[in-house]
């Protein structure tokens, strides 16, 4: 028997029911917007942090400090 359109299958017995979520953008964007946004800021390179890692690890330090600012907001898109 054939299901009529817009309608699932009958679900067999026992068997746990099939869970559809339709994910639009704009319905995260307005849910985010209601809680306040996304509260992601691009992180930013601090001057301090780098003239301290400069001082203690001789400059080394702060290819690390950079490398770890930069993918962290790559991961994130911003």
Do not use: C, E, K
Not at 47 to 55: D, N, Q, S, V
Request: net charge positive; charged share 10%; aromatic share 12%.
């Amino acid at each position: 028997m054939a299901t009529p359109p817009g309608q699932q299958p009958a679900q067999p017995y026992g068997q746990p029911p099939i869970i559809i979520i339709n994910n639009s953008s704009s319905a995260a964007a307005s849910s985010a917007s209601v809680i306040g946004g996304s509260g992601l800021r691009r992180r930013r390179q601090s001057l301090w942090a780098h003239f301290w890692l400069f001082m203690f690890t001789a400059g080394i330090g702060n290819i690390f400090y950079a490398m770890h600012v930069n993918r962290w907001n790559r991961d994130r898109g911003l």
